[in-house]
């Protein structure tokens, strides 16, 4: 009896092991990197060395090289181009990409290990003239949602062709297609092919070299598309310079979310600082600075299902409810500044595209034409993307302070994005108001037998930031007018827990908020509240506590110093503890007179101001 009932359940297996041979024996391992991430430009603007240093897989890839002014004009002039006396020959962008070819590969995948890939190419599109010349990029997201979420199964990946603009010129080929746009239906002009993907018709057009430099230079209208990209969910956004998405038909709307394509289309033509024009935060003369900080959005592909809502509604969707609410607030208060707390990604519902949450994410803000910054938290890099990845992404978005440390890797020991902005007055920009820190907190202890719980900001991070200010920032801080320095970070520290005075024994520091939850500041303190001290912060801001919102003054350093919670915003993380409405914490800092205020608003209530108080 035995025997038969074990021979049966093999019987059952049988075609889960073949398909494992199967792919074990046919597939390769299929790389998790992919060609169209953005790259981390050299910045010339602001002289940051390290950043010039730091390459992105995709630079040596796409064939990037530097390109003399003299090379680019013998270029030109033995394919017999002129561009005209406007355009400027040297900020000509010979690596630009044009697209080429584009389709589908079909593959078998084994966990996240083993992916077995088939192409599908465009019957016609034939550009044999190209061939050598053209780099193949796989667009790593899983059209069908369906790879890293079952065991194995079937997944989909656009893939597209490019060469560029330097390698047509230097092999003279005159004649070819390249991607001009998408459509809903197949009506190709003059001069174009189209070509149906999934549910949308992809138009090439036939160019000459000179058609397209002459469309691709800043005078011209940007026809030829330059760089392709996959999103999902029907309430995706697209805020990067020069991409739009196309939302009037999903690419395909047939799999587990629907997804769409976005297309970039750059000038050729890219004068100093096209690519990375690095955001400083500027105060007119008068006005105090306003943050808006957005804790624990907890956003992910989709609209996603509403945790621990509060007061219920009917038919709550989380991502959508949180949007109304952020975008109210910031039509509210119309602040200087952004400060994104950490968690505002929700990893384990980004997994087949955490690139589609972030860009929502940040789009009211980049919309908006607010500096923004942003620490990452415990859940962010759960999903698609590495933590490092997702600094690379954040650098290059509009608007964005985000910045990386000379130390930050991608091993994450320093943490990745560990950096300071300051606030400069407009009518004299060498004129320092104001400093803020931005760490990165980690995620879960790693001793956890000795420390259990959540990980902390390391003693070299403090170390750095310290030195920072030792050996640059402090000879350009003022001494005879107010300075206000604040840092901002995901994990509480455990100041946070300093309730009872450390000075006036028996007697309480002062606390203006909610506390309804157990602190879940690390066991471990490695002494950062004492460096923030030394380097003048009045106030520290953080997230993580969804149900925690108030400011405490501890008196554990040697000045007194407010440590505070943003407060959950995101109807997608949880709440409870009772019931807890979701909301935004605001500060206001006057440079005249060093003022700080704090006040908060609530997802139901926007309108209302609460718990404001003067720090
Ligand atoms: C900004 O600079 C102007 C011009 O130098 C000066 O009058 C003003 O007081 C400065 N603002 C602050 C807040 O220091």
Known sequence: MVRSRLSKRYVRLLPLLVLVLYILCMGYRHQRTSNVRPVIKNNKNNGNDYLSSIKSASDSDSGSRTWQKDEIVGLLSSNHIDLGANVDIQYLDMNQLVITNLGIKKCHYLATKFERCSKTSMKGLSQPNLKGHTNEHDIKKDIRGSFGFDWFGKSEYLYFDTITVGSLLQSQIN?????????????????????????????????????????????????????????????????????????????????????????????????????????????????????????DLHMGVGENKCIDEFPTTENCHADPKTFKFINTVLDIEQPDLVVFTGDQIMGDRSIQDSESTLLKVVAPVIERQIPWAMVWGNHDDEGSLTRWELSELVYNLPFSLFKFSPFDTRDNSFGVGNYIQQVYNKSNPDDVLMTFYFMDSHKYSKTGKLYPGYDWIKEKQWDYIKDVYETNLYKDIPTDKPHISMAFFHIPLPEYLDVDSKKRPGEQNTLVGSFKEGVTAPKYNSGGLKILDDLGVQVTSCGHDHCNDYCLQTDSARNPIWVCFGGGAGEGGYAGYGGTERRIRMYDINPRNGNIYTWKRLNGSPNDKFDQQQL
């Open 175 to 295: 004649e070819f297609y390249v991607l001009t746009d998408v459509t809903d239906e197949s009506t190709p002009g003059k001069g174009q092919i189209a070509f149906k993907v999934y549910d949308l018709y992809f138009i090439f057009q036939k160019y000459s070299l000179k058609q397209l430099l002459d469309s691709g230079n800043n005078n011209g209208n940007h026809h030829f598309v330059s760089n392709v990209n996959v999103l999902f969910g029907t309430d995706c956004k697209d805020p990067r310079k020069d991409w739009t998405l196309y939302k009037s038909k999903p690419l395909s709307n047939h799999f587990k979310f629907p997804s769409y394509m976005s297309l970039e289309r750059a000038p050729l033509v890219k004068p100093p600082g096209y690519s990375d024009p690095r955001t400083k935060i500027l105060l007119p003369d008068g006005k105090d600075l306003k943050i808006v900080q957005l804790a």
